[in-house]
């Protein structure tokens, strides 16, 4: 029975009150300055993070091991579309640890059979290939899209080209770092696997730029298996394309059979205000490849979706992973995807996102600039220019912070993508924090 976005809303609200009434780490729990210390001993440091533990989390809501609430904008970099802790993606989790998670693939299960069956009825693509993390089936939809070129398009042995856009971020594995241009993630990391990238047919190919790719496919059409590319780069800015871009995609891949794949682990599962970004451009690609909120945010789920024409390129024994396809995964990514077909999340985002860009557009202050993106995929930029340096993308995501609102900065940029089920009110009230910490800033020697 579909459940209403209020009816989950007063679930996660009686659930917060509960866990809002114990404040303070428990006695015997670490402070969070030691938490921070051994962090910072013992593991290897991946992204900068703020200065703070999250112990608990309902909805669009975060608390600290000290108690303090947060309204969170990040939703897990799109992993939590469906809200932190959603109480029907619990009750799947839980139900299924109680009866099977990992058995091997040597043997059927029935959920992974239920899923695939439910991805691809919902999504009208013909097979799924389900993986663990988005970078692992980021890597097997290039090597699914270079056995089709070699098989069907009759690519020479080991001449295939897989051409992606400048500015993507696609994982951060090896194979994948080979098709991206950031220095800062490809520093001390080579040497890189051929034959994939913006640069691999000569050329460069920008995101955007349908003259870039039209000369790469002039030059190595032939050779050319696939292009891969976000129809919304996330990593980049949550940047769409010029109108009519994707569009024009879909006709070269087909003018110069050449296969389209979409990389919709961020921008997909709802968060633009169509189940997948590419569809606001009324197109169909080969292969789409889904992560993040296919999990809920719970267990690691990814798959890559595809045409029959493509997926069946590969080769028995080519695709697997110990734990790909797990009955727990599975049974967590079916509720997942329930919650965002039943609570119509995606038609949520597209109203909720409309007026998300208005109240940001609305913004009384010198240092906004703009507000990108679709639906509750955004990011906003100001502008680093107060002579003293006081207003800045860190220090304001630092004043939000301070103040009861997580964002992630990246120079001028912030990213500002919360929960899908997020209710109206408080997430005007998240914007409301952002703008007076805009505006309190240039006042501000300390935070």
């Known amino acids: 029975m579909a459940t209403t976005v209020a009816e989950t809303l007063a679930l996660h609200l009686d659930t917060a009150a509960t866990l809002q009434a114990s404040t303070g780490p428990p006695e015997g729990q670490l402070s969070t300055a030691e938490c921070i210390r051994d962090d910072s001993k ?64 040597s043997v059927h299960v029935a959920q992974y059979a239920q899923f695939c069956k439910k991805i691809c009825e919902l999504t009208g693509f013909d097979k799924v290939a389900a993986m663990n993390g988005g970078a692992e089936a980021v890597d097997l939809a290039i090597k ?82 696939a292009f ?30 050449v296969l389209f794949i979409a990389d919709e682990i961020q921008a997909g599962l709802g968060r633009t205000g169509r189940l997948f970004s590419y569809e606001h451009a009324g197109i169909k690609p080969d292969m789409v490849i889904i992560g993040k909120s296919l999990s809920g945010g719970f267990y690691p ?75 509750l995929f955004r990011s906003i930029y100001i502008h680093e220019t107060h002579p003293q340096g006081r207003v800045t993308g860190k220090r304001l995501a630092a004043l939000c912070l301070k103040r009861g609102l997580v964002v992630n900065a990246s120079g001028r940029r912030l990213r500002v993508a919360p929960a899908l089920v997020i209710d109206e009110q408080v997430m005007l009230q998240g914007i409301d924090i952002l703008e007076k910490a805009l505006n309190d800033l240039v006042d501000l020697e300390e935070i």
């Open 228 to 257: 891969l590319v976000e129809c919304v780069q996330g990593h980049a800015g949550c940047l769409a394309p010029p109108d009519g871009y994707i569009e024009r995609v879909r006709e070269l891949c087909d003018q110069y059979n």
């Open 144 to 225: 699914i899209a270079r056995s089709w070129g070699y098989k069907a398009k009759g690519i020479e042995q080991d001449k295939a080209l897989v051409i992606t856009a400048s500015d993507n971020y696609h994982g951060r594995t090896l194979s994948i770092l080979s098709a991206s241009t950031d220095e800062g993630y490809r520093k001390n990391c080579g040497p890189w696997m051929p034959n994939v990238g913006p640069f691999c047919a000569g050329n460069e190919v920008r995101f955007g730029s349908i003259e870039d790719l039209e000369q790469a496919f002039q030059s190595h059409g032939s050779q050319t298996a």
């Open 42 to 105: 013992y593991s290897v440091q991946g992204m900068n993070s703020h200065p703070v533990i999250m112990t608990r989390g309902q909805g669009s809501f975060l608390w600290d091991l000290e108690g303090k609430k947060y309204i969170d904008f990040n939703a897990g970099f799109s992993a939590c579309n469906q809200g932190h802790c959603h109480p029907k993606i619990v009750e799947a989790m839980t139900r299924q640890c109680q009866l099977l998670t990992m058995p091997s693939r």
């Open 301 to 375: 789920i990814s798959a890559v979706l595809g045409t029959r024409r493509a997926m069946d390129s590969i080769e028995p024994g080519q695709y697997g992973s110990t734990f790909s396809g797990n009955p727990l995964a599975s049974a967590v990514a079916i509720a997942s995807l329930d919650v965002i077909m039943n609570e119509s999340l995606t038609a949520r985002a597209a109203d909720l996102g409309a007026k998300f860009e208005a109240r940001f557009l609305a913004i009384k202050s010198p240092y906004f600039d703009t507000i990108t993106g679709k639906g």
